[in-house]
């Protein structure tokens, strides 16, 4: 089975704080994703990864940035919390190569204060 | 704009009855559709996926149709039972062999009263 880990289930910050949320992946997959969670809104794409150093900007990626210095690994990085960005983080990943399957992560529920 | 719409924000269907949930898009680039089901607290777990060269796929209990003409897909659940409450997130994708992102609806939740 596919495992999607995420380093926080919950996670309280203070406005202007840097966060850092990770993501592992244990499945070699190409591609990596990091949405967020809000009532009525869905889930919306902050941004996602091809390959390993590669990103591409989602729906949603003011404010975020990303790092993918290993294959397995996607960080999300809030650069200066607000609370606008309280939500639930979620990231996935994919394998490509013409399985469109996203497997998710359980989530970090952020709260910025 | 939206191009996945789940217009029905809520369902409620009783226990061991069918459950319908509908899902319409726009892009007709889409060529792959997805369900998936999300408990509370939890990431999105994948249900079941069609092909744009089929119009059903089966899989135990759930069944998607998709009808390309009228841009319009479906998740039947027969019988529903308590542990499918849950929201139901449809997704599609424009190909490139999955290495594009999944565009997703906003989700409808569904309750199955015993």
Redesign the interface.
């Known amino acids: 089975d596919v495992k999607v880990t995420q380093s926080s289930r919950y996670l309280v910050k203070r406005t202007g704080e840097k966060v850092f949320l990770e993501c592992v992946q244990d499945m070699d997959h190409e591609n990596m994703f990091w949405y967020r969670q809000d009532p009525g809104l869905g889930l919306r794409l902050i941004y996602f990864s091809y390959d390993v150093k590669m990103k591409e900007k989602g729906d949603i990626p003011e404010g975020y940035s990303v790092s993918r210095e290993k294959k397995e690994r996607f960080s999300l990085i809030l650069e200066s919390a607000s609370t606008n960005q309280t939500s639930m983080y979620l990231c996935a990943s994919s394998l490509g190569q013409g399985r469109y399957e996203q497997y998710f992560g359980p989530g970090t529920r952020l709260t910025v204060t | 704009d939206q191009q996945v719409k789940q217009n029905s924000?809520s369902l409620s269907v009783q226990e061991g009855r069918i459950s319908i949930l509908n899902c319409d898009y726009t892009n007709s680039m889409f060529d792959?559709f997805?369900w998936?089901k999300k408990y509370p607290?939890?990431?999105?777990?994948?249900l079941i996926?069609i092909s744009s060269i089929k119009d059903k796929n089966e899989d135990g209990r759930f069944t998607v149709f998709l009808n390309k003409s009228a841009k319009h897909l479906s998740l039947h659940i027969v019988p529903s039972q308590p542990g499918d409450s849950a929201v139901y997130?449809c997704a599609a994708?424009a190909g490139n062999?999955?290495?594009t992102?999944?565009v997703?609806?906003?989700?409808t939740r569904l309750s199955v009263i015993a």
């Open positions: 924000p792959y997805l998936y607290a939890e990431g999105p777990t994948f996926s997130f994708s062999s999955g290495n992102p999944l997703f609806g906003k989700g």
